[in-house]
């Protein structure tokens, strides 16, 4: 069974900073990419940062010079980093990865429960 647990999010006012963290934990080969969605009320679930094992990394252009994703390797953790907030981004963020439960396996994918993120004007 893999479990991600997440961790932090909170309210903070617009500027302000807030980091989530999530670590993925169970049996499984190689954590392929991990990343982190949000999805705010009405509208859909949509892509922030996600980062390779490699470290290379890709943001959405709204959160662009504003977020920092990293991950530990060798703890299976991901941080996203969120500064500079703005009340646009408000949304439950959810903690995503792809990986191989053994080495013969194809990639899947798993999802966090989400952890809120409030920023107020």
């Known amino acids: 069974q893999v479990q991600l647990v997440e961790s932090g999010g909170g309210l903070v006012q617009a500027g302000g900073s807030l980091s989530v963290s999530c670590a993925a934990s169970?049996?499984?080969?190689?954590?392929?990419?991990m990343g982190w969605y949000r999805q705010a009320p009405g509208k859909q679930r949509e892509l922030v940062a996600e980062?390779?094992?490699?470290?290379?990394?890709n943001y959405a252009d709204s959160v662009k010079g504003r977020f920092t994703i990293s991950r530990d390797n060798a703890k299976n953790t991901v941080r996203l980093q969120m500064n500079s907030l703005k009340p646009e981004d408000t949304a439950v963020y959810y903690c995503?990865?792809?990986?191989?439960?053994?080495?013969?396996?194809?990639?899947?994918?798993?999802w966090g429960q989400g952890t809120q993120v409030t920023v107020s004007s």
């Open positions: 995503h990865v792809y990986l191989r439960r053994t080495i013969l396996s194809d990639r899947s994918e798993y």
């Open positions: 980062i390779a094992s490699d470290g290379s990394t």
């Open positions: 169970g049996l499984f080969f190689t954590i392929s990419n």
